[in-house]
């Protein structure tokens, strides 16, 4: 694999960082997962948006302007030969004095890297197990829309659902609502509406949650923003998470318990795969981009 590194292209063996970088000592630093098709990246101006609100909610400077991240990112999926992948891109604050204080770390580090993309067949749609997960995110916290390189409530909650033989598990905030899945957002059918829980409670602002609820206005399917307890959302018409590497994910069942399954994941999804095709077809050749 060629990995992108602070604008070099160099084999993975010799990515590497300092053992010093805070990303490594404190996670202090934030990523994005991005879908490629067809040679192309999915949604990249939503994920810079997201990447660069993180990057001023920490005060992390950008190395690259959006314009070069896009030709960096395009480059590397090129000498990868991944048309079909996704790309990991990691912002660290960088090396600094030991201790808490970031003032002296000012040479940010931004890193890229591709990866295998989940297979599935034409039209097809994932069906996962759910486990409650014992651990929770506090309530209300303004960190949790962006993808810090600190996630380890996510970390211990998919390590429970990994011991329980479950594909994904479900958070629950310190207020006793449900908010998402440990890399995941969350959906939910009540009434004919898609519902998810509102950004204010603690939940990432993702790329693929916005996705959906742009398809619920296109389709004009009714949604709601609001809170909703772990036992009423297994009596739900529908559950299913959103997340950039599989896209809509129905879920089957929640703590051993079967979920009702909703027409309307399935036909939001098959739109959710039709803006991803129609988004990411090359239209034309476009010119080789000019890396130094």
Not at 3 to 23: I, K
Not at 91 to 99: E, H, I, N, P, T
Not at 226 to 235: D, F, G, H, R, V
């Amino acid at each position: 694999m060629i990995v992108f590194l602070n604008g070099r292209f160099v084999p993975e063996a010799r990515a590497v960082v300092s053992v010093f970088d805070r990303s490594f000592l404190y996670g202090d630093g934030l990523f994005e997962t991005v879908r490629v098709l067809n040679g192309k990246l999915f949604r990249w101006p939503q994920h810079l948006d997201r990447l660069e609100r993180g990057a001023r909610y920490l005060r992390i400077a950008l190395p690259f302007s959006r314009q070069a991240l896009g030709r960096f990112a395009q480059e590397l999926i090129r000498r990868n030969k991944s048309a079909n992948a996704l790309l990991r891109l990691t912002l660290s604050r960088g090396v600094g004095k030991r201790g808490y204080s970031p003032t002296s770390a000012n040479s940010p580090v931004l890193a890229m890297s591709v990866h295998p993309v989940p297979e599935l067949g034409d039209g097809q749609i994932c069906q996962w197990d759910l486990i409650t997960a014992s651990h929770r995110l506090p309530a209300g916290e303004p960190l949790a829309m962006f993808k810090s390189c600190n996630k380890l409530p996510q970390v211990l909650a998919r390590a429970e659902a990994d011991a329980a033989g479950a594909h994904e598990a479900l958070l629950l905030n310190t207020d006793g609502f449900v908010v998402e899945g440990s890399g995941s957002n969350l959906f939910w059918i009540h009434q004919g509406a898609v519902c998810t829980p509102p950004l204010d409670v603690g939940i990432l602002d993702g790329v693929t949650r916005a996705l959906v609820l742009e398809i619920c206005d296109s389709l004009r399917i009714r949604r709601r923003e609001m809170n909703l307890n772990p036992k009423a959302l297994k009596s739900t018409q529908g559950v299913f998470l959103t997340l950039s590497s599989f896209g809509v994910v129905e879920v089957k069942s929640l703590d051993g318990r079967a979920v009702a399954c909703s027409p309307l994941t399935h036909r939001i999804s098959a739109e959710y795969q039709r803006l991803l095709l129609s988004e990411t077809i090359s239209r034309r050749k476009p010119p080789s981009p000019r890396i130094r």
